[in-house]
């Protein structure tokens, strides 16, 4: 009992140390490693940067060893993206595309229907799609009272953990999903292991979680793009940084019987330009562009799906006005389809930089990308700042 007792007392430590919705980064991302980028990032390089975004993470690492359905070890988690944040009812503006579609994000028929997106969007695992998908609704009864409709139907996306996590214990539970919205913040985002992302690969290195933003103006009005990513994706082999073949580099350190190129990547991609449905359907396309740049195929078994979304022309989405739009002009749009080009890029490569060596079920582990190594790579090739 006493053993069991202690079990559950680390357990609970390692969750409450590791569910914090936005703490400051300690860990160096990719430009402080003097990787350079194109571009100019926003205040926090942060899909955040975008004014009223908020994202919140909640973490659930526990146990070791062999995997026991059920029991573990877990290496799991959701992160939550709320457009106009947590203590709005106001609908956005929005679009989604699939590169490849092995994979799930639920509620886009009618964001396609539509052109709004209702609520929060929520990234988890493969089998706890329905989980969050249902905890979304009970969260939005109770803290709104209501959903933005009669009924609702939550955006909830994927990636597949199971070699590193459970997957099939179904650990994340309806309260983890009401955390992680109840403590959405604007301000730094977590990266690497944490949320969605806590058991994810890219490239055969550690992956998960990532962000970036640029700023941009427009005929002299300034506006940002910010991204968030949770990268699972993608061969070795392929693995390109910032110009430079990185993968056929540092070839070593690969996880054991992790197949090339099995993953998923989602892409949340937030702008403040005001866009109509139809043309953020044409930025989000972009998305697979900076997945490209960095190596990635959108593999046979790889579920590439992406999401975008506009925070101006608020009220828009209210059934009892008319609503007086504003849009930029088509020959205006190229500054944002190379921002969310060059955001989805370096956020995923500040998902590698940022996560740590992870062991999970069966003891298998995925490795960092070791930041010496690549200084020393990207030095070789006079990419380095």
């Known amino acids: 009992m006493l053993i069991k007792a202690l079990v559950l007392i680390v357990s609970l430590v390692l969750y409450i140390g590791t569910s914090a919705a936005q703490t400051k980064p300690t860990k160096p991302r990719a430009r402080d490693l003097g990787i350079p980028f194109d571009g100019t990032p926003a205040a926090l390089n942060a899909i955040t940067d975008v004014a009223g975004v908020e994202v919140g993470q909640v973490t659930l690492i526990s146990g070791e060893g062999k995997l026991v359905p059920g029991k573990g070890p877990v ?16 609908q956005v503006f929005g679009a989604w595309f699939t590169l490849n579609g092995n994979g799930e994000m639920t509620g886009t028929t009618w964001v396609e229907e539509s052109g709004f997106i209702e609520g929060p969007i929520m990234i988890t695992n493969t089998h706890s799609v329905g989980t969050v998908r249902d905890a979304v609704i009970a969260w ?3 803290k709104q009272g209501k959903t933005f409709q009669p009924w609702s139907l939550p955006i909830v996306a994927e990636t597949w953990d199971g070699f590193l996590n459970d997957i099939n214990g179904f650990h994340v539970k309806p309260e983890h999903v009401a955390q992680s919205l109840d403590q959405a913040a604007s301000g730094a985002v977590a990266e690497g292991n944490t949320g969605g992302g806590t058991g994810m690969v890219v490239h055969q290195f550690k992956g998960g979680i990532g962000t970036a933003s640029r700023k941009f103006d427009i005929e002299g009005v300034s506006y940002t793009v910010g991204v968030l990513v949770q990268a699972n994706y993608g061969a070795r082999s392929g693995l390109t940084i910032a110009g430079v073949p990185v993968g056929r580099e540092i070839t070593d350190l690969m996880p054991k019987e992790v197949p090339a190129d099995t993953g998923s990547i989602i892409v949340v991609v937030a702008t403040d330009a005001p866009l109509l449905p139809h043309q953020l359907k044409r930025v ?24 975008a979304f506009s925070t101006a022309n608020a009220g828009a989405g209210k059934e009892t006005t008319l609503a007086n739009l504003k849009m930029l002009p088509n020959d205006r749009i190229n500054p944002i389809f190379a921002a969310t080009v060059q955001t989805t890029e370096e956020a995923i490569i500040n998902a590698m930089v940022a996560a740590e060596t992870m062991t999970g079920v069966n003891g298998n582990t995925v490795y960092a990308i070791p930041h010496d190594r690549l200084k020393e790579v990207m030095k070789k090739y006079n990419r380095l700042k």
């Open 75 to 90: 290496r799991t988690g959701v992160t939550a993206v709320l457009p106009r944040g947590k203590n709005s009812t106001d």
């Open 140 to 142: 939005q009864m109770k």
């Open 284 to 307: 989000v396309k972009r998305a697979a562009l900076g997945i490209a740049r960095n190596g990635g195929i959108g593999g046979n078994s790889s579920g590439d799906i992406f999401i």
